[in-house]
């Protein structure tokens, strides 16, 4: 049930992106802990980013890199702007300062399919058109391979099967979408972010909406897709989840980069009081070693 | 909700292939002859009847030498045009209601019919042009309302419910600006003027339809084979057609522009034909039981709907013709009080 990658090769080893950094300067922005070669290497990565819609500045002078082969995981407090880089990532959001490099070119001059066949997104909100069915849906994750005279040849046949199987949603096929529940819905909407064969997937609060079980179930998922060698970056809420999955975290707050570099090393108690402003222990999970964090408990009025 | 019918595939050896939904081909086929068919009636049908094979000898240039003037010169412009305005507002309905995920984005509710006739009426009330110059006014106003919406609307938020208030909003003020003009106008200017607005086939000659023919052959195959695909990923939201590659902002501007075209050709063909726009689309839809903008079923099914109400309008009532806009408009409003009736049934809305 493995899925195949198609062939993407990256074209030469992306050069450091540093040269493209855009004329905000870059001071404050990673006060990191990161791994100091993770630019370096990194397919995707943005450098002195503003991001901003309208006139409301989101964040400025931002630089981050996404290591390859990371399952990487920007948290922080809402309206940080973890969602808008990675909005910014996937091209959705121009930055009005700075730019993002994929392959060692910017991103803003890829063409539209080719960037669809290497970087694949799952946003926040989709809408499922009325009475599709799964298999439908699923289908239209081909079309950045797909042209006018080429609509549905074998490949596209093998590669649908092969994503929903991987979701497990190859039973759901035939039914319709909007008759499904809201966990089943999202690995829906992953089987077709899947069959776009991205070698980068990104993922914008795959969890929100859904309960406990599914949240892990969708994490589970997600962490095979890592290691079936894709590179993954997504935008969770819950920390706890984010340090038990992520091999890269990137904490956010105000538009800056706080921390980022290994879960283990990163969420510290001092840390979070930092991002969230909650006083907290760190424990170690007893399931998974990685960081647990307990808030403190509420002090009784007196 | 029943399943939706499957896809078909064709693939040739050097690895073309198509993808499509016979049930929706069949639905457009249907369509397609049924609207031929009533053209072929509403052709041999008038002070001087024809039988149906008459008139398909004659079309086909064996026919005698009056009934070729009568068919070829007389009748044959009026069946042409209403095939073609009900193609257009067919094709530009479902565009609009795919591109605003809205069964009421239609030209009618988004005020592009109301520009039209602002500007049939400009060109009446204050020029005291003719039938030439108020076709040209009802593409010119249905254009600078379409300019207007997207530009109040915004280059982000062309769509959607912000398409839908503000085209409810522009629809508001011409309907306004509509009334003032008629009481400015000159009795007899007023009386040709409503006509016009009320939607008409009669007395249509070739130079009525050409515009409309041209702006149909060259845009059709543009929305059809072009953007039909693009049109598609864009209903499952901006974010997710980025993603799989669809250039949005211009795919969206095409086809907006495309609309805009084929409702203002339309309109100054036949007038404002009202609700063919919105029904079209609904009940190719509902017959293709597949989800999509299914841009050639509404194409089709338009065609027929305008040339059936034509021929209702011309024979309902014996001896007493009623312009086209009245039919459509009675069986579209019927049309759009069952559909939200039973939308409510559902619980849709």
């Known amino acids: 049930m493995t899925l195949h990658h198609d062939t993407h090769p990256a074209p030469a080893p992306a050069p450091a992106p540093e040269g493209v950094a855009g004329p905000a300067t870059a001071a404050p922005a990673s006060s990191s802990a990161a791994p100091p070669d993770a630019t370096a290497a990194a397919r995707l990565s943005g450098g002195g980013l503003t991001l901003a819609y309208d006139r409301r500045v989101v964040a400025e002078g931002l630089d981050v890199a996404v290591p390859d082969g990371s399952f990487t995981v920007i948290v922080g407090p809402n309206a940080c702007g973890k969602s808008t880089l990675l909005r910014a990532l996937a091209r959705i959001l121009k930055p009005s300062a700075g730019a993002v490099v994929l392959d060692g070119r910017p991103i803003a001059g890829w063409p539209a399919k080719k960037l669809a066949r290497t970087l694949g997104l799952l946003p926040q909100t989709s809408i499922a058109p009325e009475g599709i069915s799964v298999a439908d849906l699923v289908a239209r994750g081909r079309y950045p391979h797909q042209g006018l005279l080429r609509q549905w040849s074998r490949e596209d046949e093998r590669v649908v099967t092969e994503s929903m199987e991987a979701t497990g949603v190859a039973e759901l096929a035939d039914r319709a979408v909007d008759e499904l529940s809201g966990g089943q819905r999202q690995r829906v909407w992953i089987a077709m972010a899947l069959a776009q064969q991205t070698p980068l997937l990104l993922l914008d609060e795959p969890t929100t909406y859904l309960d406990i079980a599914h949240q892990i179930e969708v994490l589970d998922l997600c962490a095979r897709l890592h290691e079936e060698g894709r590179t993954v970056v997504a935008v969770l809420h819950d920390l706890n989840h984010a340090s038990r999955y992520a091999t890269h975290l990137i904490a956010m707050r105000d538009g800056r980069i706080v921390a980022e570099g290994e879960p283990g090393a990163v969420v510290t108690a001092e840390l979070v009081e930092d991002v969230f402003g909650l006083p907290c222990q760190v424990i170690d999970c007893p399931e998974t070693g990685t960081p647990l964090v307990v808030p403190a408990a509420r002090r009784r009025a007196p | ?349």
């Open chain 2, 1 to 349: 909700m029943s399943r939706s019918p499957r896809a078909a595939v064709l693939r040739t050896p050097a690895g073309l292939s198509l993808r499509f939904r016979p049930r929706a081909l069949a639905v457009a086929a249907v369509c397609l002859v049924v609207a031929l068919g009533t053209g072929v009636l509403l052709i041999g049908s008038g002070d001087f009847p024809m039988s149906p094979a008459d008139v398909v000898r004659t079309l086909a240039g064996q026919g005698s030498p009056a009934d070729s003037v009568i068919v070829n010169e007389i009748r044959l412009p009026r069946v042409v045009t209403a095939l073609a305005v009900g193609a257009a507002l067919g094709l530009a309905g479902a565009i609009f209601q795919s591109l605003v995920r809205n069964p009421l984005g239609s030209p009618d509710i988004l005020g592009f019919t109301q520009g039209a006739g602002t500007g049939v009426l400009t060109v009446i009330v204050l020029f005291g042009g003719g039938s030439a110059a108020a076709a040209a006014g009802a593409a010119g106003g249905g254009l600078a309302t379409g300019l207007v919406v997207w530009a109040v609307a915004g280059r982000h938020g062309a769509h959607g419910q912000r398409l839908v208030l503000v085209g409810i909003g522009v629809a508001a003020i011409l309907t306004g600006v509509n009334g003032y003009l008629l009481t400015q106008a000159q009795i007899v200017d007023a009386a040709r003027a409503v006509l016009w607005l009320t939607g008409s086939l009669d007395g249509r000659d070739w130079a009525d339809s050409a515009p409309l023919l041209i702006a149909l052959a060259v845009l059709g195959p543009l929305v059809l084979v072009g953007c039909g695909r693009a049109l598609r990923m864009l209903e499952l939201g901006d974010d997710a057609a980025h993603a799989l590659g669809v250039p949005i902002e211009r795919a969206r501007l095409i086809l907006l522009g495309a609309a805009v075209l084929l409702t203002s050709f339309a309109a100054a063909a036949a007038g404002p034909v009202s609700f063919v726009a919105l029904t079209a689309p609904q009940l190719a839809r509902r017959l293709t039981r597949t989800p999509g903008p299914n841009l050639l079923p509404a194409a089709c099914m338009g065609a027929a709907l305008l040339v059936a109400a034509d021929w209702a309008a011309q024979r309902a009532f014996t001896g007493h013709q009623l312009p086209v806009g009245v039919v459509t408009g009675l069986l579209g409003g019927g049309y759009l009080v069952w559909l939200l009736v039973t939308e409510r049934k559902t619980g849709r809305i």
